[in-house]
């Protein structure tokens, strides 16, 4: 099947500093992925929409000074958390889907940022 | 809004035992459901997709069903093992291609 992977896997950095987080699709051109953000024991919670070559769509409350995306190719998605402070600290998970017809989204391994 | 809801939060079972993870939804027009499983600290692994036209999937152990009519869906793990010890999560996805998540079940299964 196909694979989405995500770098780093995990990453602890100071208050104040911006955090890059790299979503691939392997093995498929991803033309929509998607990004989302998961605290302890709560649910997956989606924070944008990037499709390629284009802005990404956020959601409501979402800031989307504080999540820069960008979506430059059909194989990769970056999230950049500018300034990131320890409410940042979380779970991100990205997912992709590979044309408009497809029902299945595949999901990356998660990204575990930790924010002191 | 669509809200799904999973019931229970989490659960602990012996060894062998036939289990019963409950997802319920509030909007019942939806496009399908998908339960995915999810370790600690990892990402998705996504185990049965269902369509709204569909009643059932079943994948070796596991089974799910889906009534769309009561906004129900259940996963069904027949004789347990260890290994099946994670986070159940099911997703529901109406018109558009974003799915809302439950909050998930969270099932030890101990030898």
């Known amino acids: 099947g196909a694979v989405v992977s995500q770098h780093p896997s995990w990453v602890i950095c100071k208050s104040g500093t911006s955090v890059k987080i790299e979503c691939r699709s392997l093995?498929?051109?991803?033309?929509?992925m998607f990004w989302y953000r998961q605290f302890p024991k709560q649910s997956l919670m989606l924070m944008a929409t990037?499709?390629?070559?284009?802005?990404?769509?956020?959601e409501q409350g979402v800031e989307k000074d504080k999540f820069l995306i960008n979506h430059a190719s059909l194989t990769l998605s970056t999230l950049t958390v500018t300034s990131a402070h320890p409410e940042d600290s979380s779970f991100y998970i990205c997912?992709?889907?590979?044309?408009?017809?497809?029902?299945?989204?595949?999901f990356g391994p998660g990204t575990r940022l930790t924010v002191l | 809004k669509q809200e799904v809801t999973q019931i229970p939060a989490a659960l602990s079972v012996p060894e062998g035992e036939n289990l019963v993870l409950n997802c319920s939804f509030t909007?019942?027009?939806?496009?399908?459901l998908q339960w995915f499983r999810q370790d600690p600290g990892k990402g998705l692994t996504s185990l049965l997709l269902?369509?709204?036209?569909?009643r059932e999937q079943t994948s070796g152990r596991l089974n799910a069903s889906l009534d769309k009519s009561s906004g129900r869906s259940t996963l069904y793990i027949a004789a347990s093992q260890p290994g099946d010890s994670a986070t159940y999560l099911c997703?529901?996805?109406?018109?558009?291609?974003?799915?809302?998540f439950g909050r998930g079940t969270s099932l030890i299964v101990h030898p």
């Open positions: 909007d019942s027009a939806i496009y399908n």
């Open positions: 997703a529901v996805r109406g018109g558009s291609y974003i799915p809302t």
């Open positions: 997912s992709a889907k590979e044309r408009e017809a497809s029902d299945t989204q595949y």
């Open positions: 093995d498929f051109q991803a033309t929509t």
């Open positions: 269902i369509q709204s036209s569909q």
């Open positions: 990037s499709n390629e070559g284009s802005k990404a769509t956020y």
